[in-house]
């Protein structure tokens, strides 16, 4: 008992040490839940870390601001358009360069894409779409996505957001129809994660992401009609988080729907959703 006592009064001189800035090295603190069992546990403080971003470090070629562009040339022009670009760099020397884009023919107001990530709050799951993928030529889960439209340009943008760029309504306009064709859903609460993003290094494509929440379902009679190379598409529920992750892990999905579903849990976590 003695000893038990003895230990008390050494803490509390300890505690009152502490908050008076005396005895103890500045370098240790007792932070507030620090008492564990029978005494108390001290911790010591984190050493703060420097605000200075670290400085950027750039090795080899030559400013950017150099090249030009000589001149470019259609190959193919269907769904897709196959355009060889010729540039010349800095010291003279030229290379060319084979670039994708949207075709003609798909009837795009622009070379603009969506991607809709659906999330149920009460279930705690993602809806994806199981459909063709001629990549591979398989059936692969993926999320709901299209091309923007002449259709899309002329249709009104939604109440949900303060929509007054005409680009930007077309392309929301363009993520709800695709929710309602592929997906069979409609309505929901709407977060757009990203400006429009390049998809690749030699694909002039610009992506634009979107989030939807407790989207309602539609009668498939009353849905959006799917086109000839939509056949055999399914509405896959129920995916969670760790489903998610895992078939991003092991290659089942596109580069591009895995970077939109990453973009979409990342928004869920800021929201405190999962």
Not at 66 to 78: K, M, P, S
Not at 105 to 117: K, P
Not at 180 to 189: S, Y
Not at 197 to 210: F, P
Request: net charge negative; proline share 4%; with cysteine.
């Amino acid at each position: 008992k003695m000893r038990r006592h003895i230990v008390v009064v050494i803490s509390a001189c300890l505690l009152l040490q502490a908050h008076k800035g005396l005895g103890l090295p500045k370098k240790w603190t007792l932070p507030i839940r620090s008492v564990r069992g029978n005494g108390w546990l001290w911790r010591r403080k984190r050493k703060a870390r420097s605000s200075r971003s670290p400085e950027l470090v750039v090795r080899g070629g030559d400013d950017d601001d150099g090249h030009r562009l000589l001149g470019e040339q259609v190959i193919y022009d269907n769904w897709r358009k196959l355009v060889s670009r010729r540039v010349q760099f800095p010291s003279g020397d030229t290379a060319d360069f084979e670039v994708v884009s949207q075709g003609d023919r798909g009837g795009a107001i622009s070379d603009q894409a969506v991607l809709v990530f659906v999330w149920n709050r009460h279930r705690q799951t993602a809806t994806l779409v199981r459909e063709y993928m001629p990549s591979v030529d398989e059936f692969r889960n993926g999320l709901a996505a299209g091309m923007v439209e002449d259709k899309h340009a002329v249709a009104t943008p939604s109440d949900h957001t303060n929509n007054t760029n005409p680009d930007d309504s077309a392309i929301e306009t363009a993520a709800r129809h695709e929710l309602e064709e592929e997906c069979r859903l409609t309505g929901g609460h709407w977060y757009r994660l990203c400006l429009p993003t390049v998809m690749d290094k030699y694909t002039t494509t610009m992506l634009s992401v979107y989030l939807v929440l407790d989207a309602d379902p539609i009668h498939e009679d009353d849905a959006k009609p799917r086109d000839a190379t939509e056949e055999g598409m399914q509405v896959v529920e129920g995916i969670s988080v760790r489903e998610l992750e895992h078939a991003i892990a092991m290659g089942e999905m596109t580069v591009v729907g895995a970077w939109a579903v990453q973009l979409a849990l990342s928004k869920l976590r800021q929201l405190g959703e999962i």
